[in-house]
């Protein structure tokens, strides 16, 4: 992953690159210890980069972000990436084995980047029942593996938890893609359970509320009708994106206004690729 080694070696000292090229050099043992030396020797401060460089990454390995990437992380990346790719899944499993969290974060934001997905799904799985949101987001959020990688289950879980602890779903990428009628089901009866219970829905479930052949009209209508204005503004957005009369019918009767600001544009979903700006 040249680029990044670019974008780290443009940013440290002559000391600090002088030991990044020994650390790429290392073999073994020497090279995992490298990676635990990592926020000593480069640094934890964010990684800076051009709209150009996001544009290099994603020709390389699409969907992969720059955004939010720290040094430290960014090298412990390329201590993995640039292994032989027979020797990539075997590295990873082996430093996940004794990481702390922040190890852990990078080895999850690198297995895009590795040669054998289905070695190291397990360590994507591991972070996403992880209980440290930090571990969960590394891998729930701007990383493309779970989108390739998980089967039906494992993403509608991961979707759902993100709700659970608070993860904002549009930093998901595939999103929108993979909503499907299994996780529209387990969305309304989370919704159905927080009302129940007489608390408030996220906004951002009911972007999950629609898939092929599968319209919760009345939920989605108790949710454009919600005092949370972002609650309603997401619920609206669903109907108006729903193939179905009945749905564009309810949301021009319920809500003209918003009705008429997401068809001139001024109401639209944020996107994942809004975060791809840079740094500097």
């Not at 009302?195 to 996220?202: I, L, N, Q, S, T």
């Not at 509320?209 to 609650?231: K, M, N, T, V």
């Not at 809500?255 to 008429?260: I, M, S």
């Amino acid at each position: 992953m040249q680029v990044l080694r670019e974008l780290l070696e443009a940013h440290l000292a002559d000391s600090a690159r002088a030991w990044l090229v020994e650390a790429l050099r290392a073999e073994g043992p020497e090279r995992e210890r490298a990676f635990a030396l990592a926020p000593r020797r480069v640094g934890t401060q964010a990684l800076a980069w051009r709209a150009e460089d996001q544009l290099r990454v994603d020709s390389i390995v699409p969907g992969l972000r720059l955004y939010g990437l720290s040094c430290d992380q960014a090298l412990r990346m390329l201590l993995l990436a640039t292994l032989p790719e027979e020797a990539q899944a075997p590295a990873a499993l082996r430093l996940w084995a004794g990481a702390e969290n922040e190890e852990a974060v990078a080895i999850v934001r690198a297995l895009p980047l590795l040669a054998d997905a289905a070695a190291v799904e397990p360590l994507a799985r591991q972070a996403l029942r992880s209980n440290v949101v930090p571990l969960f987001a590394a891998a729930a959020q701007h990383n493309p593996f779970p989108e390739r990688h998980f089967e039906g289950a494992a993403w509608n879980q991961m979707v759902l938890k993100a709700l659970f602890v608070g993860c904002e779903l549009w930093r998901i990428q595939g999103l929108d893609r993979r909503r499907n009628a299994a996780l529209v089901a387990m969305v309304v009866d989370y919704a159905q359970e927080r009302w129940a219970a007489g608390r408030a829905v996220p906004a951002e479930l009911w972007r999950c509320a629609l898939a092929q052949g599968e319209l919760p009209l009345a939920a989605l209508e108790r949710g454009l009708a919600s005092d949370d204005a972002h609650e309603a503004d997401h619920a609206a957005l669903a109907l108006a994106e729903a193939d179905d009369p009945a749905a564009q019918d309810l949301l021009a009767a319920r809500d003209p206004a918003r009705a008429a600001a997401i068809a001139a544009g001024t109401l639209a979903w944020r996107q994942e690729e809004e975060v791809c700006r840079p740094c500097v």
